[in-house]
């Protein structure tokens, strides 16, 4: 799929200074909006201003290539040190089938989103795993593409 990047993106890129980041939205019956950025992010991609909170628990989003062709692909998102506010939400509510967008974007030098960011992945949650010790917890999300429920 073809993507047209903003002049302020095109223009960001030829610094060689590049800061990326990732938004996350699960959308649960509240949805979680989570940033890897070291700070808070607000942005309107959604159509209104979302506010996406860094969050120690976002371990790290899965390497995933775009397809060309029609095909059920899946990605597995793990939350570690996942509270319990968040391991209760997915123990307690029906979460298949909720959706899940990740975008990726970039920050200019006064740490501000240039333009708006780009849709890398948006899927639905297929499973969930919940690992739990004295010590630590994790969760993990597969989520599917669209193409899942064909």
């Known amino acids: 799929m073809a993507r047209t990047l903003t002049t ?26 989570l940033t890897d950025n ?12 979302v506010t996406y909170t860094s969050s120690p628990f976002l371990v790290s989003l899965p390497q995933f290539e775009e397809q060309t062709d029609i095909s059920k692909v899946s990605l597995n998102l793990v939350l570690s040190g996942a509270d319990q506010t968040f391991i209760s939400t ?7 089938n909720d959706a899940v967008e990740i975008y990726r974007g970039l920050l200019d030098s006064n740490n501000s989103i240039i333009a708006d960011p780009i849709l890398l992945y948006s899927g639905n949650i297929d499973t969930f795993d919940i690992a739990e010790s004295e010590t630590e917890s994790s969760v993990q999300l597969t989520v599917v593409s669209h193409w899942a429920d064909f």
């Open 8 to 33: 302020a993106v095109k223009n960001e890129l030829l610094t060689n200074e590049i800061v990326p980041f990732h938004l996350l939205t699960i959308g649960f019956s509240t949805p979680v909006n």
């Open 38 to 49: 070291s700070f808070d992010l607000t942005s309107s991609i959604s159509g209104s201003s």
């Open 90 to 96: 997915v123990l307690n509510e029906n979460i298949v």
